[in-house]
């Protein structure tokens, strides 16, 4: 009889004010403010921050006119850069716009998606999607997520005054693999590194993150005596400003998707319409893969899609399910094809991408609202 075999595998979140997020941020509240204005709207958005600054630059078709100031600024007093003593001020910071608009109008926008049923997909590329009955995300990038949530509610509501909005946080957790499952037993370690002023002795920051952020976030029945806690572990590190600060969109992909379960296919998601299939198809592999876990089809499942530009339908599908299923891939593969029209206008459609619903997409993960209806398995016809 095989031996069950134990492994350490670990996931990274970043909280909203981390500079690669901002930028995300930002990119899909533009792409939002877009959808806003036409649902339809082709949009390709790429940002930059440094300290003081924040660069926004891209193509958007068939609108006239965006206020790109005004939304960067938004977004900077939402995640809570509004003192002069941090890297960015929401009032004071400078903002470039570099946006190309070429407002002509679309034909057929009153038809909606309807008259877009056939339209191909934007550029070649291929998108993973993962899903497992561990948790609704995989367990280390779940508990990471909820250490950088509460650490935003910890600055948002004063609970930690001295917090500032860079927050990181890495979780690894020990598992038993039994028949292609893997089954969380504890935390082996969490790492947390955050801004805050100047002032807050370090010995009180790492007791009150550990009492107030991480046994809040990390349930008990996974930590024991022996896991390990470094919290700000190199110290001042973390002071705010730190003289460290720059970020692009599309550099947390990881964190976006699986925390490095699964696989990713390379292409960021922040600031793309759904004509881009590294957003669209992402979307929907994840809902497959989410909906064929849900019906008991497997426990775990990666979905592949592969797409080429000026063709509407995927090129491949890709099924595995590291033994979980009783189903071969082509018999998934099968159901998948009876149940999921995979064209990007019809993704669009089914998950509702033509709304403004990026920007929270944007804030702690796109697999981790319930809201989102590629998180709410489809009702599948086998």
């Known amino acids: 009889m095989k031996s069950q075999s134990t492994f350490l595998?670990?996931?990274?979140?970043v909280g909203e004010g981390h500079p690669d997020k901002i930028c995300d941020q930002v990119a899909d509240a533009v792409l939002d403010e877009c959808l806003k204005q036409n649902p339809l709207s082709k949009v390709a958005i790429e940002v930059a921050v440094r300290p003081g600054q924040v660069i926004v630059f891209g193509v958007v078709h068939f609108i006239p006119q965006?206020?790109?100031?005004?939304?960067?600024?938004?977004?900077?007093?939402?995640?809570?850069?509004?003192?002069?003593?941090?890297?960015?001020?929401?009032?004071?910071?400078?903002?470039?716009?570099?946006?190309?608009?070429?407002?002509?109008?679309?034909?057929?926008?009153?038809?909606?998606?309807?008259?877009l049923d056939n339209e191909p997909a934007g550029?070649?590329?291929?998108?993973?999607?993962y899903a497992t009955d561990e948790t609704p995300q995989p367990l280390t990038l779940d508990l990471a997520h909820r250490i950088t949530r509460n650490l935003k509610a910890a600055h948002s509501k004063h609970i930690l005054p001295w917090l500032r909005p860079d927050t990181k946080a890495q979780v690894t957790v020990e598992y038993v693999e039994d028949k292609?499952?893997?089954?969380?037993?504890?935390?082996?370690?969490?790492?947390?590194?955050?801004?805050?002023?100047?002032?807050?002795?370090i010995e009180s920051l790492r007791q009150e993150i550990l009492d107030k952020v991480v046994r809040k976030?990390?349930?008990a029945k996974y930590l024991d005596?022996?896991?390990?806690?470094?919290?700000?572990?190199?110290?001042?590190?973390?002071?705010?400003p730190s003289g460290k600060f720059a970020g692009v969109t599309g550099r947390k992909i990881v964190v976006d998707t699986y925390g490095g379960w699964g696989a990713h296919g390379g292409g960021a998601f922040s600031g793309k319409d759904f004509r881009q299939i590294d957003r669209s198809a992402a979307y929907v592999a994840r809902w497959i893969a989410k909906s064929l876990v849900h019906h008991g089809l497997a426990h775990r499942c990666?979905?592949?899609?592969?797409?080429?530009?000026?063709?509407?339908?995927?090129?491949?599908?890709?099924?595995?399910?590291?033994?979980?299923s009783q189903f071969t891939s082509d018999q998934l593969k099968k159901i998948i094809c009876n149940n999921f029209d995979l064209r990007p206008a019809a993704i669009a459609k089914d998950l509702n991408l033509i709304n403004p619903i990026y920007y929270q997409t944007a804030k702690n993960g796109h697999f981790t609202n319930d809201e989102f209806l590629w998180e709410q398995p489809f009702d599948l016809v086998l």
């Open 302 to 324: 990666l979905i592949q899609l592969s797409y080429s530009i000026g063709i509407a339908e995927p090129l491949s599908i890709f099924v595995d399910t590291f033994h979980t």
């Open 66 to 115: 965006l206020n790109i100031d005004a939304i960067v600024r938004f977004v900077l007093k939402d995640i809570g850069y509004s003192s002069s003593d941090q890297e960015l001020d929401y009032q004071t910071c400078d903002v470039m716009d570099c946006v190309e608009l070429h407002p002509s109008l679309l034909s057929g926008i009153s038809s909606g998606l309807e008259a």
């Open 180 to 201: 292609g499952r893997m089954v969380p037993t504890r935390v082996h370690n969490v790492v947390i590194t955050a801004q805050h002023e100047p002032g807050v002795s």
């Open 225 to 240: 005596g022996r896991t390990a806690y470094h919290i700000q572990p190199t110290g001042d590190i973390g002071v705010s």
């Open 123 to 129: 550029d070649q590329g291929m998108a993973f999607g």
């Open 217 to 219: 976030s990390i349930p």
């Open 9 to 13: 595998f670990t996931s990274e979140s």
